[in-house]
């Protein structure tokens, strides 16, 4: 016990940012500081509304936006990572309010945050490698169309329609806006779209979000467009930090409820961190930190009303394609939208709805790596299945079920890959030192197989029908020494076709058992059936021999004359089973 919790301490040592961060920081601020302003400006309405979907007020998006971002950033495992409140999250919280209040939400969300710390220390992150990359690839592609789904309504000048599923939501939109169309929503959407699409490919350098988000407020402003809704009021300055909200008396039952917001905001992050890899050349996060980072930030944002946090795509994805290099831009985003909250609201109030919309369709659209697409698409059948089911479930359920969905479609497929790779094939008996007419005799009576690759449940009933289908021979001899593994299902399988074989009056005897697969058939009964006369065979030759000594006691083969003793250097240059 002692030394599981003297590990603990060096483990979250290890975890703390170091002078190689501070080192990556100060390399290229100027394109931090603008791919951080860029984000802010995308994140300011997003805190914004997920604070409100949440059902603790824009308040708390703002408050998680700036507490939450501002330490996932300094002690989080990614140089690209953007945390604040994300649409996937509001999904869970929302239940929660219902049934705990405010106060049920942010005991979640603290205690939450020291499950993450916990599973950071445990070093849990690393089992993020585990997760497909077609699984990845679909998520992201989901991910892209949700995004891209969530700013029509906004897009349009329409209301956000009721309802949590953006398919729906996005349908009643387009028929509001049948019934009463807004085109100077539309044209101020598209125009910041277009821009932000050209101007990447023809400087990639220029923030280009900014520029255009500004043009289409001064536009808005100056035209006086009524229909070009603005953001609205801002609240002003964040709440002292405070564990009113406390209850030692409904912690317990808050802890489930805790561990799926832990769930949602260590798989989120992790994969949002994964696909920002993967928009880049040579970063790579460090899963165990980004969840001791996601940890210290969900800690934090309730003492000040904020809800939990995770990474974010959308934010992270802006901070990626403006030309961040460190985790000095995203830390720059919390300070920006920090001094919006207290100084400059008044102004962010008058940015168009629309404006905001068409940065986050430009975002989406850029999210999708149409080449990695085509090339797992390409790759197997299995991968193109497993990325589009990913995609359509990120789509129309939630997160969490897309990559369950994903997860359990990969490795069905991966266990029907594995199973057919198990095989069973008849060879010829080793000649040995018996004679043509001698081996004649051998091999009227004595079948060998050779069984190679794993024999475990999803290919053992295959293994069954195939064994059983043995020709009419009195030995079977197996040749084991290739069976990579076996398990209890395979032995089982294996002890009913040996039973079914020595009902017709057929032995079945094997060579090669390896030691580790021995424990498995004995613990079924199997082994004791693959032995006559309660000896083993390590090689097939052996093997052989007693499958001989078997027909010679029932009278189908003739003995053998006696030999003389041969040297121990020829016994050996016999061949393993």
Request: glycine share 10%; hydrophobic share 55%; proline share 6%.
């Amino acid at each position: 016990m002692r030394r599981s919790l003297g590990r603990v301490g060096p483990r979250l040592a290890a975890l703390l940012p170091g002078r190689s961060d501070l080192a990556e920081m100060c390399r290229d601020p100027r394109r931090d500081l603008l791919a951080g302003l860029a984000v802010a400006i995308v994140a300011l309405p997003l805190a914004l509304g997920f604070g409100v979907s949440s059902g603790l007020g824009a308040a708390a998006g703002l408050a998680t936006a700036v507490v939450a971002g501002a330490l996932a950033a300094v002690f989080g495992g990614s140089n690209l990572q953007v945390s604040g409140p994300t649409g996937a999250m509001t999904v869970v919280l929302v239940p929660i309010v219902a049934e705990h209040g405010p106060s049920g939400v942010l005991a979640v969300g603290l205690m939450a945050g020291f499950i993450l710390v916990a599973l950071a220390a445990l070093r849990a992150g690393k089992y993020m490698q585990y997760v497909p990359a077609p699984v990845v690839e679909g998520f992201t592609l989901g991910i892209a169309c949700v995004i891209g789904l969530q700013q029509i309504p906004n897009a349009l000048g329409v209301p956000k329609p009721e309802g949590d599923r953006v398919l729906v939501v996005t349908w009643h939109a387009a028929q509001e806006f049948a019934e009463s169309p807004n085109w100077t929503a539309v044209a101020l959407a598209l125009a910041v779209a277009v821009v932000m699409l050209t101007g990447a490919r023809w400087r990639p350098t220029i923030p280009f979000s900014i520029l255009a988000v500004i043009a289409a407020t001064v536009v808005a402003q100056l035209a006086d467009l009524d229909a070009a809704k603005p953001i609205g009021d801002l609240p002003s300055g964040l709440p002292a930090p405070s564990l009113a909200f406390l209850d030692p008396g409904a912690l317990g039952s808050l802890l489930a409820p805790a561990v799926a917001v832990a769930a949602l905001a260590a798989l989120e992050s992790l994969l949002s961190a994964s696909v920002a890899d993967g928009m880049t050349v040579g970063q790579k996060h460090d899963p165990d930190r980004e969840l001791f980072g996601q940890g210290l930030a969900n800690v934090a944002a309730p003492l000040f009303g904020g809800v939990p946090a995770t990474g974010a795509i959308a934010r992270t994805a802006v901070n990626v394609r403006t030309g961040a290099s460190s985790r000095l831009s995203s830390l720059t985003h919390a300070a920006v939208l920090a001094v919006i909250v207290f100084a400059a609201a008044p102004l962010v109030s008058r940015i168009p709805l629309a404006a905001l919309a068409g940065v986050l369709l430009a975002t989406a659209i850029r999210m999708v790596e149409v080449g990695s697409l085509m090339a797992m698409a390409k790759a197997t059948r299995s991968d193109a299945l497993i990325l589009v089911l990913t995609a359509v479930a990120t789509l129309a359920l939630d997160l969490v079920y897309a990559v369950i969905i994903g997860l359990v479609v990969a490795g069905a497929l991966a266990l029907r890959a594995v199973a057919r790779q198990a095989r069973l094939d008849q060879v010829p008996l080793d000649q040995g030192d018996h004679s043509a007419e001698e081996h004649a005799l051998l091999a009227e009576h004595i079948v060998a197989y050779r069984l190679d690759g794993p024999l475990f449940f999803a290919a053992a009933h295959r293994f069954l029908l195939e064994l059983a289908e043995t020709a009419d021979v009195r030995v079977v001899i197996l040749r084991m020494s290739r069976v990579t593994t076996i398990d209890a299902t395979g032995a089982l399988v294996l002890k009913d076709a040996v039973e079914k074989l020595n009902r017709r009056g057929t032995v079945v005897l094997a060579s090669g058992i390896r030691p580790e697969q021995r424990q498995v058939l004995d613990s079924v009964g199997a082994l004791e059936l693959l032995r006559l006369k309660g000896g083993e065979y390590a090689t097939t030759p052996e093997a052989i021999q007693g499958a001989r000594a078997h027909l010679e006691r029932v009278g189908l083969m003739p003995p053998l004359p006696a030999q003389k003793p041969r040297p121990v250097s020829e016994k050996a240059e016999e061949s393993v089973g």
